[in-house]
């Protein structure tokens, strides 16, 4: 998996603000295979809803589609600490 390809999602749902692996894959132009495997990968990255799937040939299949979002992060985060 190509580092860029991670860099252009990852800027594209900061763009947007969350997206289907369809979209993200229109919007790039990549492949969706090449997209879903990329978010996979990707730990800043998870699904934060489920729409309705507007394709009506793949919606036989599949009902609902998720929205992957980018994680917001603070940028000082402090570590986690053990307790005993």
Do not use: F, W
Not at 35 to 46: H, T
């Amino acid at each position: 998996m190509a580092l860029h390809t991670d860099i252009v999602i990852r800027s594209h749902l900061q763009e947007v603000g969350g997206a289907t692996v369809a979209e993200i894959s229109d919007a790039l132009d990549l492949s969706r295979d090449r997209v879903l495997a990329c978010l996979k990968s990707m730990v800043d990255v998870y699904i934060d809803r489920y729409v309705d799937n507007p394709c009506e040939i793949s919606r036989r299949m599949h009902k609902y589609v998720a929205v992957y979002e980018l994680a917001q992060t603070p940028e000082n985060c402090p570590l986690p600490t053990r307790e005993k």
